[in-house]
């Protein structure tokens, strides 16, 4: 089941250098590892922003929320969902 | 190079539904020959609405431009385009 | 699974009266259908409003699209869908 | 009488850890104690964000004011309260 | 029970004069019947806006939505609907 | 001359909480004043908001601005101003 | 007493041209003769739209509402009031 | 050359009060100053807001610039210019 | 002086084909014939949208305005104008 | 290929002089460099604003993301990227 997710992050730009890099460390290795498990299909940077377009496939709409809220960078993003699913013209087979 | 494209269909609802399938048939067929030539790398539906997040993948911001502006629902669509790149933290080689 | 929805009505006041009538009707006849089969598990009106607040238990984002999309009123409606799942504090069972 | 409202929390993200589970801990006693009484009949988590979509039944406007004033929460959060009933295809017999 | 509700009237400037007004009439006829019954407390006109800020005075929220919805301009209106009681600094004994 | 105003109270929630309660006082002391003398006609509580809904009689509009703005809470308040005047349905007297 | 207005003009591209230059001309005649009178303070368009500031000095709110209302125009214009007084850095005597 | 301005002003409610008293002073005599040159044409409060509709005359868009951010305020205002002319219904002269 | 204006054109899906060719080849000549006299200085096709970024380099706000209204697209246009001028960075003689 | 970027600055007013000076020096002479090299095409300043439309000329989106997140200010930004390209009722030869 996919849903598309707009992140837009907002880290105080005072923030300690060295916490916003743990942060982003963080968000970077369970981000990958989400994307192994074919969890994260699609991440893409938004040119321009801190904020990333994203394509997340999960069993169900728990899974997507236990997902998104365990990333060390959600208490600083705005996060919209949208539940998506095949297009009638899309000639893709798995985009469910 | 890569471009998120959200796509809102406003078709009249009183449109003569002859000329309304026409469309929508005329809009199908070019849809699929652009992805299978691997132009319009993505279509999703977003759910509830007449409405689909792409992500199209062109040589040129015109190229993008002339691809969107001949779509035969073009005139009654509001489209929003947004310029996305590979995010730092993505493991797919392909997302550029 | 369940989805939050909202549905604004936006029906021509000048349609023919007829026309309106049987759409309506046609809209409470399948309504009530989903309802029974649970599928339409909450709709509320909100007050003041051509507009209601509903809650959908469907198996898959391809069954709740497909579900609005099939209602007679679809074409004149503004929708906005919300996935939404269990809270923390919610005592209830059955609130996926 | 029943009452839509969206609840959207914004807990400074550099609050103290421990004020912070204080404030939550007596929030969802708080909850759960008015859930038990009926007055708060739905509680559903927005997928993906710290917001929910919640149902009260009570007795009055002001009620429903004093109700969601004396939340823990409430100096943190955005409410939008819309006042609803039933709905002329509903077929349930208590979405008064 | 008191309920503020603005509301915008959007006739079509080319709607047939006879009609409009025989419209306006009734509207009047009708809010004029619901003060006098108590109901339709408090009905101010927005200075430069076709638009009016009243206050409902209702014994539920389905009769509140009965009243707003058989005004004979209801189909040519916006109508923003807030639940409003009493101010903890008021001075006024009535104003629940 | 009558003033709809809304009111929305953005008191920082880790305010000193005797200050924030000595500005309350006050405000609640001014504003009493202000109903006594009739320029505060109405208050009225937003259900489920620190926000409310005023209608103001005052004698100009520089009356008006210095009365709003001498009020305690004013620096931490949204305020919204629409003149308004009686509705042609009115059957007040006095809804000037 | 002042009031500042912004009026944006929306009249159908495809009115027929007569009927538009007489509501012009109408909408000018009027402008002017309120001018005259003082009541129409200023009046300024808005570089490449067909909207305009003006500052309208009358004796009531009453009055605005009048006035704004009988113009031609009135019924394809998005108008809004603000209520304006004299700022305490003016040095114009007569900026009431 | 005509720019109408609106200015909002946003100081900080816990700002040191002697400070933001000396920025108002100097606000003050530089917008009198401004005023004495006929470059301030207008400036009007906007009741019930710290904001303020204004009218310049300059002679070019860098001096409009100029003078708007030398403003001892400006770091705390969100400003909204306005390219405004002679309106072709305006019997003042002087409305460039 | 430099002028950024932005224009949304929102012709009518089903107007006559002649009719808009027309337009747009009369919209096309003039705005040629601006460029060549090194009014229009910049026109930018905005991908993905029936819209363009420009710059126009104008000797007032009177002729902006008269320039933008003269267009033949101009009722079919949403312009948004604002007043640029030289960048202290910019290291380009003439972005007056 | 062209991008439209408009940047809107917000540094906190109460932050370090030095500080800023600093930053907006930095940015200063980054901003010149990519001026020269012919990647930061255009750089207008909107009146009134600490904000600039600018025009970038970049080989791919990577290059105008990366360009754009190293500028010194970028963390106190709002920017807004739109691709844009050649107008058919351009002149010029030189906007891609």
């Given at each position: ?28 290795a369970l981000a ?65």
């Amino acid at each position: 089941m996919l849903f598309h997710v707009k992140m837009i992050v907002r880290l105080p730009p005072d923030m300690d250098p060295a916490r916003a890099d743990k942060l982003k460390a963080d968000e970077k290795a369970l981000a990958q590892r989400l994307m192994e498990e074919g969890k994260w299909r699609h991440l893409w940077r938004i040119a321009g922003e801190y904020a990333n377009f994203s394509v997340f496939d999960v069993g169900s709409v728990q899974e997507l929320h236990d997902t998104l809220t365990q990333l060390p960078l959600f208490p600083y993003m705005d996060i919209e969902v949208k539940a998506i699913c095949r297009h009638p013209s899309s000639i893709r087979q798995d985009d469910r």
